[in-house]
Structures are given as C-alpha cells and as structure tokens.
C-alpha cells in the first residue's frame, strides 16, 4: 500500500538537544511538506520542498531544518533554537498543481522537558 | 498567517441528524479543500471545491462556496459516531492555509 510514514509516533527529548523526524513516502510525489499542530489549533507551515534538492521556509520556520536528498524523504530537524517545540508534527506529500491534495502521515508527537 | 477560519469550533449532535460546519477566508483563492482528522492521527483529504464551482457533492458530503462572500460550507447528512473528528478548511492562495477547525462530536 502506498503511503506515508512517520517515525516515530511519540519522541520524548530533553531541552536543549536537537532531534530528527523522519518522513517517508512511497506515492511518488515530487512535493513534500512540514506542519506544526498545536493544541486546538490549526496546522502551521514549517517547511516545504517541490523537487528533490529544494525546500522553502514556510510561516513558521525558525528553530527548524530540512533536507531532500531523495524524492522519498524529508526529515524535519528540530534544534535547540526553536523555543517551543513541544507539539504533534505532520508531514504531507502531494504531486504538483494547484488542485492537488495532500496526503498525510499519521504524525510524531514530540515532548521536550 | 491564518487564511481560513471555521465556524463553530465545536459541535455536538445526535446521530442521524445532519452537522454544518463553516469556513471564512481573507483572500482570493484557487481552491478550498475540507480535510478531517481523527484524533492523534493525520488528516485525510474529504473533498475539493474550485473557485469557479459553487457547490460539489461526495456521498454524504455536501460542500458549497461562495467567492463573493469568501465563505464556503460542510454539511454532513445523517451523520453516524464514525464522523466525529475534526474537520479543517484549507484554502490555496498560493499554498494551503489551514483553518483552525471544527470538533464534531455524533453521539450515538
């Protein structure tokens, strides 16, 4: 079954130490995308990448980095510099256009204390 | 930068009866889709709509859209316990921009 996978579903992590979400697709979709969900909120743009090599900041980037070595992954960073990073992060993938929806994974949980 | 906004926040309704949910937005868009999500899990894409569209149909699923208004709605027909989730709009005015959400709650 083609999909999205998020690993893993819950990351606990002490306050100061970076941490990588992994993010993996097997669509075949060339763009892929980072959001933050806070409770009872809607979902924020971290990062998003249309082509292997490329991503662009989103609304909420600071604090986050990305790569996109291979159309299948986009690992999201979270570093010491990002204050709050306690929240469900989601990734998403879609083929280009406009009219396109996203397809999501089922997203990492992450706590830091 | 919030583009979409839902309204109620939440719902609560019985079984069998129909839920409403609606979205406002600021700018011009291309597309709205409406998304839902279970709780703890991603969201799954419901239904599109397009600027030039006024309403569009999927199952139970009725959505509609006013540009004029910047506005557009869900409605849920004969829903069951299996809808309550979130619902969330999302417009496209060069990226998608989540809304806040509606919570529904169907009790049985």
């Known amino acids: 079954d083609g999909g999205i996978t998020q690993s893993p579903k819950y990351l606990f992590r002490k306050e100061g130490q970076n941490v990588t979400l992994s993010c993996e697709q097997n669509l075949n979709h060339d763009a892929m995308y980072w959001y933050r969900q806070d409770p009872g909120q809607g979902l924020r743009l971290i990062y998003y990448s249309q082509i292997v090599n490329d991503f662009q900041k989103g609304d909420i980037a600071e604090g986050y980095s990305v790569s996109r070595e291979k159309k299948e992954s986009f690992p999201l960073t979270v570093t010491s510099a990002q204050k709050n990073p306690t929240a469900f992060y989601l990734c998403a993938s879609s083929i280009q256009g406009a009219d396109s929806p996203l397809h999501f994974g089922n997203g990492t949980r992450l706590t830091v204390t | 930068s919030q583009q979409g906004e839902e309204d109620p926040q939440a719902l609560s309704i019985q079984e069998g009866e129909n839920a409403t949910m609606n979205c406002s937005y600021k700018t011009s868009i291309n597309n709205l889709q409406w998304y839902r999500q279970n709780s703890g899990r991603g969201l799954v894409h419901l239904i599109l709509?397009?600027?030039?569209?006024r309403e569009k149909h999927s199952g139970r699923l009725r959505v509609t859209l006013d540009t004029s208004k910047k506005s557009s709605s869900l409605l849920i027909t004969a829903s069951r316990a299996a809808d309550t989730a979130s619902y969330f709009c999302?417009?496209?005015?060069?990226?998608?921009?989540f809304g806040q959400g509606t919570e529904l709650s169907v009790k049985p």
């Open positions: 999302a417009t496209d005015g060069g990226k998608l921009i």
């Open positions: 709509i397009r600027s030039n569209e």
